[in-house]
């Protein structure tokens, strides 16, 4: 049985984990017959954005302890994270994702990505686990394994100016639908469109359980290594 780390940056769409993709892959994860633990970075949230008006809010929310709502409390610090305990890896998408895990809302292709989160790819990486990058997630990988030269392919949809961004820090952009996940066998990083195309949750969820499906296939290769 595959044993998946999944890596979350808050509670919502605006400044957290999309609750939507976050929940799908635990699902698919589970129907897939994998086990999981969720993680998430025991820092303070970028900022706090109200989800009805759309308005940045006062105040300072952490991400681990937002988190731990999707994970109904089951959660630990993302630093505790080794890749030897998993066999895959997993980030759904959010804006946290481009706000908590990097900087990239921001910053764009200039960006730079949290470093216990870039340890922690790296580890998965270097370990040749398979990863899994939903939604905006995917610019994290690119700007990780930007500089190595060998440009690993990853899709954030077709959006062309995020596809502009991802390609400028090194990496190969495919355009892909929603319901379709893009794999690069060498690098063993899967990732999908998700809520970068949308429209509903339907459609999301077809990509997220491909690209699920890719990730368990890809972690049950590496345990077969190990027997």
Not at 31 to 55: N, S
Not at 118 to 128: A, K, M, P, T, Y
Not at 146 to 154: E, P
């Amino acid at each position: 049985m595959s044993r998946v780390a999944v890596v979350m940056a808050g509670c919502g769409a605006m400044d957290g984990t999309e609750i939507h993709e976050a929940t799908l892959t635990l699902l698919y994860l589970d129907e897939l017959g994998a086990e999981y633990q969720c993680y998430a970075p025991d820092k303070p949230q970028h900022h706090i954005i109200d989800h009805a008006k759309g308005e940045e809010l006062a105040g300072e929310r952490n991400c681990l302890v937002e988190a731990a709502r999707i994970a109904r409390g089951e959660i630990l610090p993302l630093s505790e994270l080794v890749a030897s305990d998993y066999d895959a890896l997993v980030f759904p998408g959010g804006f946290g994702a481009a706000k908590n895990l990097c900087d990239f809302a921001f910053k764009g292709a200039g960006c730079t990505v949290d470093s216990d989160v870039e340890s922690v790819i790296l580890d998965f990486h270097n370990s040749g686990k398979a990863m899994a990058f939903i939604c905006i997630a995917p610019v994290i990988a690119a700007k990780v394994f930007g500089d190595d030269g060998k440009k690993v392919k990853l899709t954030i949809g077709s959006d062309a100016a995020t596809a502009e961004a991802v390609e400028k820090m090194g990496a190969q952009h495919v355009i892909a639908q929603v319901d379709e996940a893009v794999v690069d066998e060498e690098y063993r990083v899967v990732s999908t469109p998700a809520y970068m195309l949308g429209p509903t949750i339907k459609h999301v969820g077809k990509g997220i359980r491909k690209a699920m499906e890719e990730t368990v296939r890809l972690a049950g290769q590496q345990e077969s290594l190990k027997s």
